[in-house]
């Protein structure tokens, strides 16, 4: 597209989507019309002039939007109400999103998002919201190849000779598709367990706050009350929400992992996946410094872990950088060596006091709790604080295995080109990232850990979340790691006792 070119408007289709999506914000002033207006012509009135300019601003909005391909940069212009132009070099483009919810999926539209990893947290520096699929899957590629053809043409040296070539057909391989019956591996992980929880008490919450409105308030009193004089009846629905857990965890999940499929196409890694919203994830290959394992206590027994890209300049990379879903070990491992390489030492472990400070918090806070119910049902007489200090001391004696396996999930290593550290029990995280994408090493001691004589040694990475760290090393290793992966950076800093002055 030549700069002079007008720019490309989203489609029309979007325009019965936005005010779709502005009926949120538009149901508390429209209620409240209706109620007040004791729901006369005049009231209904006056909501349908608030939906009618929700339609016309959605309208300007679409009218004075568009975007366009300039050379070697995308802008994207806005004159709603002043004028102003977004410009993205497509050097620093790092990834585009294409997602398509519901409403989009419908009308064959979907939503463009262009990361360039500049603006931290999840925002995104481009979006394009209301292309049609194809113009999606369109821009997706010409961006992600322009952006690489840049960066290339900047790379070249001022002595190389650029010759013409036919452009190469573009590469797909499938990595992994992830079967829909590991789907059920999904409540294993623990993060959708509280969604009954959650709808319950959303429930309630909508209650509360529009109860007064919908003339709902005084039933839903009378019907707590109600409940309060049958007690049973809410321990039953507390039952039936517990026994729901992992039933609404295992949709929840295969609704947003619906048919995972990782894919390497024209130097991207290519994450896409999703049910009812089916959004794909584009990342950069050769800005892939690592990857993160992580494992709840339950998908450990079962063999199975979650894994994350470390990427250099990601944002928001806890959502975007997922690399797999839960799937078997294995698979996760020999994905990671495609993408990154093999870690092939074995991770060293962490001193024997490490063990002492797990097993201290594990156990200690559950002692006091148990020996203060104790105290109070000697004072009182009352059988249930018996019975409360009874599960403190369990839940004590449980503690000393979490403490243990806290403690054997402790680790660092460094096979030559790669680092890796690991962390947790309930939640076990184990980083492995490139040796070149270390920027720095921190020290920290907590007054704790002095007095232990351990330190938490933090390697600073361009990539990922920035550091991770190994925590409750010795002395020892807080020099000895660092000097070992980056001895050019540590030299000046190492003495040995021929070299001190007198």
């Not at 995972?260 to 130097?267: A, M, S, V």
């Not at 999703?274 to 709840?296: H, K």
């Not at 206590?297 to 990379?317: C, F, N, P, Q, Y």
């Not at 918090?361 to 049902?377: D, E, M, N, S, T």
Request: hydrophobic residues 50%; without cysteine; positive net charge.
């Amino acid at each position: 597209m030549s700069e002079e070119a007008p720019g490309t408007k989203l489609s029309p289709k979007v325009l019965l989507i936005d005010p779709v999506r502005m009926l949120p914000s538009l149901l508390v002033p429209l209620v409240g019309v209706l109620f007040v207006g004791g729901f006369s012509p005049r009231s209904f009135g006056w909501a349908a002039v608030g939906v009618v300019g929700a339609v016309v601003f959605a309208v300007v909005r679409w009218a004075t939007f568009s975007y366009r391909l300039a050379g070697d940069r995308l802008e994207i212009r806005r004159s709603l109400i002043s004028r102003s132009v977004r410009t993205i070099p497509l050097e620093r483009i790092r990834g585009v999103d294409v997602s398509t919810p519901p409403m989009h999926r419908l009308l064959g539209l979907a939503v463009v998002k262009i990361d360039t990893g500049a603006s931290g947290g999840g925002e995104q520096e481009g979006e394009l919201d209301g292309v049609t699929v194809a113009e999606a899957e369109r821009l997706k590629s010409v961006l992600l190849r322009r952006a690489r053809a840049v960066r290339a043409e900047e790379a070249r040296q001022p002595g190389d000779t650029l010759t013409e070539a036919p452009p190469a057909p573009p590469e797909e391989r499938v990595i992994v598709k992830v079967p829909r019956a590991w789907l059920l591996y999904g409540p294993l992980s623990g993060a959708y367990l509280l969604t009954p929880f959650a709808l319950a008490g959303g429930a309630i919450g909508l209650v509360l706050q529009w109860g007064n409105d919908l003339g709902l308030r005084d039933v839903a009193w009378y019907a707590g009350e109600w409940l309060w004089r049958h007690p049973l009846l809410i321990v039953a629905a507390v039952v039936l929400l517990v026994l729901a857990m992992p039933f609404v965890a295992a949709v929840m999940y295969a609704v947003f992992n619906w048919d995972f499929t990782l894919t390497e196409r024209e130097g991207y890694l290519v994450a896409e996946r999703g049910l009812i919203t089916r959004r794909s994830v584009s990342l950069e290959a050769r800005r892939t410094r690592g990857y993160e394992i992580v494992d709840a206590l339950a998908e450990r027994k079962a063999g199975v872990v979650r894994m994350w890209a470390i990427v250099t300049g990601l944002g928001d990379s806890e959502t975007r950088g997922q690399l797999l879903p839960d799937v078997p070990r294995p698979m996760a491992l020999e994905v990671a060596a495609r993408a990154v390489g093999p870690f092939t030492a074995s991770l060293r472990p962490h001193p024997p006091i490490a063990r002492n400070r797990r097993l201290f918090r594990a156990i200690a806070p559950w002692l006091a709790v148990a020996a203060a119910f104790a105290v109070l049902a000697l004072a009182t007489g009352t059988g249930l604080w018996w019975l409360v200090a009874g599960l403190a001391l369990v839940l004590a004696g449980l503690g000393l295995p979490l403490g243990d396996d806290r403690y054997r999930s402790l680790g660092h290593g460094y096979d030559g080109r790669l680092l890796s550290v690991r962390s947790g029990s309930l939640r076990r995280a184990q980083a492995v990232f490139e040796r070149r994408a270390v920027v720095g090493w921190r020290l920290r001691q907590t007054w704790f850990q002095r007095r232990a004589g351990v330190f938490t040694l933090i390697a600073g990475v361009g990539a990922g979340k920035g550091g991770y760290e190994a925590v409750d090393v010795s002395a020892a290793q807080a020099v000895g790691f660092p000097a070992e992966v980056t001895p050019e950076w540590m030299a000046p800093f190492l003495r040995t006792p021929d070299s001190r002055h007198p």
